[in-house]
């Protein structure tokens, strides 16, 4: 057998390593049409609605195809409706403007042959193009990244499935590491710090700070999942760099789906007894959350703002999430310089 021809197939480049943001993904348009084949893919993963049993997965693809997608993708699209821009979904535009900026970035930090990529976990651009364009341009070594700053296996857990499922399908997969979570990193506790207390000195400083998380059903932390902790974590160490006590700084969770018990306390009742107890000016930040999306800029900003002064409050104010800031460019590439150690291709001064 003679293995000296080369398959004209394989490209002969230069090693390089990759960066692959993952965020959670988007429907293309604002219309029912279009969600439905976002959300059958979301509410069809295993790992964010969860069942252990054969039976209670089978009941619950009955109950997704044969009631959710028929009545869910009207309504989603119309909340998608209220936040959708010239430029399509926030989530998408944002989550590209961090992507560039953190290629800008690296390219100063860095050697220089660092390539930037975003995929989206459900839609498009999906974890598996991404990574065998990453691949056909020469990328051997690949560091992925979830923008989800406190893990859960719904979010972060999932990546690392859609990863692993691209790289079983590749002949030679490149080299990989991920990033399971930067919760409690420093850097990144000064970005959402200052970015608060920007917004404070453009705004003023409301009755109180709300930090809302989105929201997981309890039994999955029972099961071992460490997103309550680090949401409390990630609270607790930014609390004290903004010097707040415990009266000033408020804990909650948002965004949970069917009659089980999710993370308490609710967003949408902690911000009614909120109104009901005598504030009159809420200031909301959501820290789970890298680039804002329907669940900040719909659910946070325009539902719970009607929640609170329905029930006597004058203002909820949401503070915008960190998106492509410079702090939050400045903390997640130090994070990514800092994981990538050992590859030269992360070494400023490495040379081919």
Not at 42 to 48: A, E, K, Q, T
Not at 52 to 80: D, E, F, N, T
Not at 139 to 166: F, K
Not at 267 to 280: C, F, I, M, N
Request: hydrophobic share 40%; net charge neutral; charged share 25%.
């Amino acid at each position: 057998m003679n293995l000296s021809v080369k398959n004209p197939s394989v490209k002969q480049q230069a090693v390089q390593a990759g960066v692959l943001l993952v965020n959670l993904g988007t429907p293309e348009a604002a219309t029912a049409r279009a969600v439905r084949p976002y959300l059958a893919q979301f509410l069809g993963d295993p790992r964010v609605i969860e069942y252990p049993r054969w039976w209670q997965r089978w009941l619950w693809k009955l109950i997704l195809h044969g009631v959710v997608l028929r009545v869910r993708p009207a309504r989603s699209a119309h909340a998608y409706g209220r936040i959708w821009t010239a430029q399509g979904s926030p989530l998408r535009s944002g989550s590209e403007a961090l992507a560039a900026g953190l290629q800008a970035a690296l390219k100063q930090k860095a050697h220089g042959s660092v390539r930037v990529a975003l995929a989206m976990r459900y839609g498009e651009p999906s974890v598996a193009r991404q990574i065998k364009q990453l691949q056909s341009e020469g990328v051997r070594r690949l560091l992925v990244l979830p923008l989800y700053p406190q893990y859960s296996a719904t979010s972060t857990g999932s990546v690392i499935d859609a990863v692993a499922d691209t790289l079983k399908t590749l002949r030679w997969p490149p080299e990989l590491r991920m990033v399971n979570d930067y919760h409690d990193d420093p850097a990144h506790i000064e970005a959402l710090a200052r970015s608060i207390e920007a917004w404070w000195a453009t705004h003023g400083r409301g009755d109180k700070l709300l930090l809302s998380f989105h929201g997981i059903p309890e039994r999955y932390v029972r099961a071992g999942d460490p997103y309550f902790d680090q949401c409390q974590a990630t609270a607790r160490r930014l609390g004290e760099r903004l010097q707040l006590d415990a009266s000033q700084l408020v804990v909650s969770f948002q965004s949970r789906v069917g009659r089980e018990r999710w993370l308490h306390p609710y967003t949408d009742a902690s911000v009614r007894e909120l109104a009901a107890a005598g504030v009159k000016k809420l200031d909301v930040a959501c820290p789970g959350f890298a680039v804002d999306c329907l669940e900040t800029l719909e659910e946070i900003a325009m539902q719970n703002r009607d929640f609170f002064i329905e029930a006597g409050g004058e203002d909820l104010r949401y503070i915008p999430a960190l998106n492509d800031s410079a702090e939050q460019i400045e903390s997640l590439a130090a994070l990514i310089l800092r994981h990538a150690q050992g590859w030269p291709e992360f070494d400023h001064d490495h040379t081919d």
